[in-house]
């Protein structure tokens, strides 16, 4: 399932995930959008690196994943795909790049796996068109990432808030979820979701649940890097937890070099030719 490289490293496939869920083996994702942070993930042993839309937020500053583009999407993932050795590449299909025809769909996500040599996308939604869209894109070899609950691509439709909190929500979420399975998506990410009914979802599916918000129970779990490492200050949601908090101690370092600089401390001689 995985692929041999030269010098023998092995690179995760989309089958393996599976293989992880049948074994039972917890898959840890998370987004990264440069060559660096990219090697700092992939080396700190992640299974799958999300080059996600919300590099329209913690990346460019924009308000929300609308304004993305196809071109940024590829920009970004070439210099993630660098950096990754093992983990499986997963690139966002961004806002109006699948939902119009099946062929932009094709000839976008065909744009993806060629020009960044990624080993995914992923979509958002699961109604029967975006389903028939994920078989078009499976039938020519691309695997597909459903993702469902809070999809940030219809933000001005529901607003930031947890999903499938009704039965009829739920029973909608799990709908989805089975037709994305039953489309060939590998993987669905479900988002903004009760624990309860991601527990559901995943014991229902085949394929694997990655959850942001969707507690304990799903097969994976994906954050936003930025968030995670608190270098975006003011986006403090529940599910969230700053795992290290690099954005304090690199706002202290910058501060200790103007200091520096401004003292004339540094350059120091051991760092003067
Ligand atoms: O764009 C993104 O980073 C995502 C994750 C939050 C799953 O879709």
Do not use: W
């Not at 039972?24 to 942070?37: H, N, P, Q, S, V």
């Amino acid at each position: 399932m995985s692929s041999e490289r030269g010098g023998g490293a092995r690179r995760l496939a989309a089958a393996d995930l599976r293989e992880m869920k049948r074994r039972g083996d917890k898959i840890a994702a998370i987004t990264a959008y440069d060559y660096l942070f990219a090697r700092l993930v992939d080396a700190a042993g992640v299974d799958l690196v999300l080059v996600g839309d919300s590099l329209g937020q913690v990346v460019l500053g924009l308000g929300s994943t609308l304004a993305v583009t196809l071109d940024d999407m590829i920009h970004h993932a070439r210099a993630v795909r660098r950096g990754v050795d093992r983990a499986l590449l997963v690139v966002d299909l961004p806002f109006l790049t699948y939902q119009v025809s099946r062929e932009d769909a094709l000839r976008n996500a065909g744009r993806v796996m060629q020009e960044t040599g990624a080993a995914a996308v992923k979509l958002e939604g699961g109604s029967p068109e975006t389903c028939d869209t994920v078989r078009a894109l499976v039938r020519a070899g691309i695997p597909v990432m459903g993702h469902l609950g809070f999809t940030p691509q219809s933000v001005n439709l529901t607003g930031t808030r947890v999903q499938a909190r009704t039965d009829d929500g739920a029973a909608r979420l799990l709908e989805d979820a089975r037709r994305l399975e039953e489309a060939g998506a590998f993987s669905v990410v479900l988002e903004l979701v009760p624990g309860t009914v991601a527990q559901t979802v995943t014991e229902a599916l085949q394929i694997p649940t990655i959850g942001i918000g969707a507690g304990v129970g799903c097969d994976g779990q994906v954050l936003v890097l930025h968030d995670m490492l608190g270098l975006n200050p003011g986006f403090a949601p529940r599910f969230l937890r700053t795992f290290a908090d690099v954005g304090q101690v690199a706002g202290d370092g910058v501060r200790e070099y103007v200091r520096t600089v401004k003292a004339g401390e540094y350059p120091g001689p051991e760092h003067t030719f």
